[in-house]
């Protein structure tokens, strides 16, 4: 299964009979030939239709115009499907936001160096100047862009210049700025940003802090599309490690780097890989 | 989705163009809702397919039998499929075997006793009178048929003669004693045992001495199905606990024990719940 | 190292030179020999100490009443310590607390009969009466006492008498009643509760719905000693496990379930072990 | 805490009354200050004390001279111990081996340049030049030492010759040259290595294809000393990782690149802080 044939097909809609059979018949009717297909439902009853489903193009008797076109018209249509389709081949462009913590950056750009990550980093922007050398050592743009009170709004016009047309994927890797609404309604479930989590949560500065003082016994990471509610949107991935009294702040640190630069890279490599049908304020993951 | 409406359809067959949108068809044409589906094949080209569905079927229009035909006839015979339809209202019948140890025997009576365990069990049988009581706690039958070396042979048909009818699945739950070639062959796939694992493996009496001795950091269990070869089957969960140089042999039991209950029961889950398909020497879980 | 034989000694108290030495000086002069010391200190300077001693005390010199003058006198007072001495053979004393759900009380009761946990159950006490024949199938005592919105304070005094004498230890395995801060001020330290824990938190009624549609990707369990403060007091283990989309409200409550069983299981254990100690609002925990 | 000021204690000897009060009278009354202690014992009649001592050295009234020599005299001899005393101050020297893999490699680099280990990294050598520039960017001296079946003698002379005072420490980061029994013997219990472990274990060729074909479901990692049988040393540190049916050779080997370098990490940052006393061919972690 050579990526260069591989297409993925994301589709929800309502539930209701025929769905399977419309969507593979098609496929098979044009020349596709399934190789992984994972569909998921809520309620047959009045629920939702998830499906994500992976095909081989060689034999593909559609041009991509057409492929859309007619599965639009005789497919979807007929279900109101919300579906994208994509071709492993157009490796989707991804660009990184980062500020001065280096540990979620570095994972990005090892695990991309080594051919994990299926994506071309096309930039890393910065509002510091710090990881310049890090990022050039891997051969990508480094953009460094300060950030004040008084120049927020052309920050952002900059980085969206830069981006347009060079990103399907935003990462935040420990961008400690806080994008507007209105950048964020651009890239709808195309911005993933990773943040610590604690059980229980705390509120305020020094987080770290708090949960030595508590004594909590895991910390975690979650990793989740950006919505226009700060740390609010669609969960993608979470995970803990375990901490003791004997972890100090800086260990605590140490700890909850790496389970963030583990928890988002695996959330970075779902997304490529188009697993992830987000649904209301949640994602289902087919992983 | 109530399990009283709820059916299991598993297929394995060479991969080829076309089988979902055959089977799909089938079941939109007969009435049937898809409501959970996992598809996987091993290369499109040549290489084998795989597909565990969940259909709902309060609208389908053919009785049992005249379903079984019927997709035989027009679908699986088509695609020579290894295919089988299984119905969730049929709980399956279940018996378990063990011997002196009663972890693996509790954790299973006990997620059965809250209804975790979607089956019958239809009894225990022990080579050992000790667990009489628990067992019958449960409003479980036991059955006492004691091992010796002159009556192997018997005791294994009179096991049978017990099983016959009353078991679609066969648990060792710690049963010490070794079931014959013609007992196993007689429920392939359909006995499912616990060992404990250690990395390194260990050889001979005493593992658990011999990984303390060795000073190994983890401890694990396998669950599998049995097959001729002495746990060489095919392997359905597997599952470590951390151990460190304070545990005594009676930690590292302890620990072993929990870690062996929880992926016995697990598996057993899966069985019961039929997202299990063997091929070959290893197992597809469509958990 | 029989238990028999084995005596733990726990302390606190503000550091400084030669607490360790005069310990262990003591200890030594009067026969005992130490097997395991854990000690940790928060800051050298102006910081404090804590340390867990297991001792064998065959060749103790002293009766336990000498030993605790002579300790107290010597040692203790010199350094202003909190300090606790127990000796295994006298088994604690464990009351247990439920309501209908019996998912911990099964854990609790399965590892005590297998002598996993080293304490003596000396009672079960609930508020309903469904736990009655599993409690006393493993011959513990069982008292139903049953509480309505007027009967609130003579429930605890009845259940106060009950456990006079005969509670070292109160395991609150899913009571669903709170406990009034005069209950809780004569058990300090005394009363072990289990809840679960999401990541993020959720406030309000049915947590596990909550959870399901905000899309989680780990449910936790935190087991605490109880405060006045419902669920705020010092934690003693933590735990989760990874659950997805396909996670019904009952999958989740069933896997919610079995982290719930085994954190607290662990932290009785510790407790059981003398292993924690508590500082402020957190625990040392010397596992 | 200051790492300038911490010095830690490693003792094993026979166990026996009076070790832990020898030992802390000693550092009391030369004015080091004990911040933390852990002790094991085997068995208080005939069995192994094991100790690791964290003391600050600011008021300590004697020059390091005078320490060992005073130490020696007055406890050491004593008890006949093993034991070794370090102060964070001198950082260990560390040099790192290496083939083509890089993931080991970039995992210590990069916790290096975040200063979440505790050495000094004095050179990598390789016996190919690929990874040449990744080491250089981190100002680390790269030596290429290219091997072939004719030159293994000279290849180790050379390596020892670069390594005689500059390494205190060697990691074997995916180095694939068998090192000879007289290298070892020269850094005994200072060579760590990492290598692949699966629950069975595979022996011969391609490891992740005996696993994918035997369907794992958990591939791990081991950390141990280097003696001179091959991958049989004292175990360290281990962990695994999940797999499935799903992944493909390429999967499981990128996951088991993961799970390799977080436990070589850890292992190599234990040894770095002392925390390790190896034992017959086991270890003792005070993690």
Chains 1, 2, 3, 4 share one sequence.
């Not at 922007?125 to 743009?141: A, C, G, R, W």
């Not at 981006?163 to 993933?192: C, P, T």
């Not at 003082?213 to 950006?226: C, M, N, S």
Request: glycine residues 4%; proline residues 3%; contains cysteine.
């Amino acid at each position: 299964m050579s990526l260069d044939t591989t297409a993925r097909l994301l589709i929800s809609c309502a539930d209701g009979p025929g769905i399977v059979a419309a969507v593979s018949n098609f496929l098979f009717h044009h020349g596709a030939n399934i190789t992984a297909l994972d569909q998921y439902s809520t309620d047959p009853e009045g629920g939702r239709f998830f499906m994500r489903l992976e095909f081989q193009t060689p034999h593909l008797d559609l041009s991509r115009a057409l492929l859309y076109q007619s599965f639009q018209d005789t497919v979807a249509a007929r279900y109101n499907m919300d579906w994208t389709v994509s071709f492993a081949r157009d490796r989707k462009k991804m660009a990184i936001l980062v500020s001065k913590y280096d540990h979620v950056l570095n994972e990005l750009l090892w695990r991309w160096s080594r051919e994990d990550i299926e994506a071309d980093i096309t930039m890393v922007i910065s509002n510091h100047s710090d990881l310049k050398n890090t990022v050039e050592n891997f051969q990508v743009p480094f953009y460094h862009i300060p950030v004040s009170a008084l120049n927020k709004e052309d920050v952002e016009k900059e980085i969206l210049t830069l981006l347009d047309g060079r990103a399907d994927l935003v990462v935040l890797a420990r961008y400690m700025q806080i994008l507007s609404e209105d950048f964020v309604s651009r890239y709808e479930n195309k911005i993933i940003n990773i943040h610590h989590s604690f059980l229980p949560a705390f509120v305020g500065a020094n987080p770290y802090l708090q949960a030595l003082e508590r004594g909590v016994k895991v910390i975690g990471a979650t990793a989740h599309y950006v919505t226009k509610e700060l740390d609010m949107g669609p969960i993608i991935n979470q995970d803990v490690v375990h901490v003791s009294h004997r972890d100090t702040v800086g260990n605590l640190k140490e700890k909850g780097r790496n389970v963030e630069r583990n928890v988002l890279a695996q959330a970075v490599g779902w997304h490529l890989e188009d697993r992830i049908i987000v649904t209301g304020n949640k994602t289902i993951v087919f992983s």
